[in-house]
């Protein structure tokens, strides 16, 4: 320990004649130059060149750095020449006024990370139920990326603070035993020195090492900028940082979603118009901390024109799927949502398995069927950097209505500024209605954020897709009843009236590309959110 403080000191030393070594001047309190000054006359430091309290808050941590050393190595020099006895005293008390400090600091500092980790873990846990729900849910694969980067984000966070959590409260619990150490050997020189000289421990002594105690608090920003303090940080924070596991919750967490839509639409190929009321629940059970079973219970009633499929108004299991890691590869098994390219090739039920691995590189494949085919197959990779990603996709669907259907995807996403910009490359092959190229541009600001009031998304996109680049689109308008494809434009709008209200506005013009009729599609949407758990 004397060798940390001689290390420390001089590192002390040489950083005061560095300019801008320690910390920006402020304020000294009165107290702090008073104490100063009496232990300068009581010799535990030399005596400066100008007045004490000329001193600045740099000058003065260099001399509480001296004086502390000098206590530490017990040379300290008064004219009242104490004892070998009362000078151990002096340092044991002073280094338990220390230690009660820093047992002070660091429970501040433990309730601190307690708060934010319980914090970050209960957005780690909506992170990851809105992921798995939008993974049941026909959701658009941007909003899955960008709700994957935060469930990433919140799960770093939730690592990082659970490491300095426990860091923080080992060095608190040795620092309270350390605390209980210097008071058990103080009294015990109180017992020496009584029997030694038959009268209590020195008063002067004892005073002046509070003093020095609270001059190191006072300036121990000033101290830890210059690399005063000893060794015991170096040790501690080589301890092996263990992350912390979050604190056991129910094992069935259930979301919710109550929505009404209305739709407008125009044109020989549209539907006319169409309310509904739907309703979904989000089961997932927690089975062993890995492995999850999740589902979807979904009844929709039509209120108002076109019912949109028999089912109308009967409740009924939609998805129903394990999901966990295996290794390092993460598998979805059941019937599970699948959004293919964005929703622009597929966005329903598929039902099979997925496998997903990998990071920057990301890599995925689906087999198994959906409902326009019995047969159906995608491979797809993405890479994503801070600057740009990319993705390509292969696609097969067989029979559809009797041909096979093979599409190939390109898409190249990029930040421009306060929006974000894809542009996707879709090549589509049909044994029935031939090969055809189409793309889709895309602009977008802002995320769909149901938690957050104000949150709002919007978008524009601009599409030509021949019929044999999907299957079953992702949006609201009439691209599935059109019989040679589609051109035409979208824009979309999501807010968060208050917290789990969502309003959603959608309008699309589109050409039928086979008889260049026009269908118009204006769609709104009102969605409440709820859960059974708290957040």
Known sequence: MKTAYAVSFCVMATAASMPGAVLADSAVPEWAYAD????????????????????????????TARILKRLDDGKAQSEAGPSDLTKTYGLTTRLMASDEVQCSLLEQRVKQLQREYKTAVSKMKSNMTLLARYSAAQIDNERMKQLKVTTDESSQKVESLSGELALAQGRLNRRRIMMQAWQDKRNSLEGQIENAVGMNPSVEEDHLAQMAGRLRAEFAPELSAAGYFDDETAQEQAAVQLPMKPPIDKKLHVDGELRFDYGHNTGSEGIGDRARIRARLYPDYNIDGNWHALGMIESEKTIKGQEYDNSDGSLRLDRYYLEGMSGIVKLDVGAFGSTMAEGNIYDSKFKGIRATVGKPVRYSVETGSVTEASHAFDATVSYDTSSYGVDAGYYHFSPINGASRNIYMANFRKPLGWLDFSAMYLRGSDSQLGSGNGYVLTLSHGREDSWNPGAYRIYGKYYYQPFSTYVEHTMNGMADFMTGGFRGYGFGYTYTLKKDWVLGLEYDSLWDLATHERNNTIWGSLSYYFKNYEE
């Open 36 to 63: 100063m000054a009496e232990l300068v006359n009581a010799g535990y430091a030399p005596v400066p060149a100008t007045d004490v309290r000329s001193l600045s808050r740099g000058d003065m941590a260099m001399m």
